[in-house]
């Protein structure tokens, strides 16, 4: 079989804003002293003019961008998830959220698959912080093309957007013909009877290999990649509820406040069916390799079809 292309998001990333910056003169932008790692490095060398480094300031950043955004330009404030979830926290409500400027956040480096950045970088909870911000448009997208097409989509969405990329590289999935990036619209990747799996970001292209793990075991798994959490689409979850009477989270999170939890409110208010949250349990991860952290909490393609399989039965 031929090998896999693996691209890390935060590449995408980098490489999408160049092509965005090319197609709009407005399109700005801002880093805290991380250039080389978000990937903006190669937005700055091309457009010099429209890259500003706030230094490790990241709340005086998200202040900047707000500013830049009410003169009509459509500011990507870029950091590490930890800083530009947790640090800027208040800046992002205040200063963004609140007045719902038209700033676009490109959060690197979530989730465990930082790796040996350890425990104190690795943001967990990002989702579930930006979530509680109304009007805030959450991202989380599953490989290249995604993330890619996310950019532009953000471009276009008038309004604050946070958009969550990753350290490690993950399998391109989505790079076929009819794709289609939609805010607020699921994908159906594979159909299924017997359970749904609903995944977002790296671990999507893992459960599409549990699935098949599961199909060996004579479980029919369907698979729907998330890519946006918020807004969600409730009609591709009650409608995958309806059909196969289980549903399963996967998310590189807390299953507290992100993906699990929006899945479970849709479906406790709409349609109530059992529910099965696959994540970080209320814990913090690690430093490690990527691979070995997420195999150790449960969030590769055997831990996934574990999971999945004793739910099932």
């Not at 607020?184 to 793990?213: E, F, H, M």
């Not at 507290?256 to 208010?269: D, K, Q, R, Y």
């Amino acid at each position: 079989m031929p090998e896999v292309k693996k691209i890390a998001t935060r590449d995408s990333y980098g490489n999408a804003l160049v092509e965005l910056g090319r197609e709009h003169d407005n399109v700005v932008v801002l880093d805290a002293d991380l250039a080389g790692s978000t990937k903006t490095a190669v937005f700055r060398k091309e457009f010099p003019e429209r890259h500003y480094n706030a230094g490790i300031a990241e709340c005086n950043m998200m202040g900047v961008a707000a500013g830049l955004a009410t003169t009509g330009m459509v500011p990507y404030a870029s950091t590490f998830a930890m800083f530009a979830a947790g640090r800027a926290y208040e800046q992002v409500r205040n200063s963004i959220g609140y007045p719902h400027l038209n700033v676009k956040i490109g959060a690197t480096h979530a989730g465990i698959s930082v790796g040996e950045d350890g425990a104190s970088h690795q943001c967990n909870e990002d989702i579930a912080l930006m979530r509680t911000i109304p009007g805030m448009v959450i991202i989380n997208p599953a490989d290249d093309v995604e993330a890619r097409a996310a950019v532009k989509a953000a471009y276009e969405h008038e309004g604050p957007v946070y958009m969550r990329f990753g350290r490690l590289a993950v399998p391109v999935i989505n790079d076929r013909p009819d794709y289609k990036f939609e805010i607020g619209k699921g994908v159906l990747l594979r159909d299924g009877s017997d359970v749904t799996i609903l995944a977002t970001g790296l671990c999507v292209s893992a459960a599409l290999d549990a699935a098949d793990k599961l199909a060996a075991d004579g479980i029919s798994a369907r698979v729907i990649n998330i890519h946006t959490i918020k807004p969600i689409d409730e009609e591709i979850i009650i409608k995958a509820a309806k059909e196969t009477g289980k549903i399963v989270t996967v998310e590189e999170h807390s299953i507290i406040g992100g993906l699990g939890g929006a899945v479970s409110e849709v479906l406790s208010e709409k349609y109530p069916t059992p529910v099965k949250r696959i994540g970080m349990n209320d814990v913090y991860g690690e430093s490690g390799p990527a691979g070995v952290l997420l195999a150790k909490y449960g969030l590769d393609a055997d831990g996934i079809a574990k999971t999945v399989k004793e739910f099932v039965k």
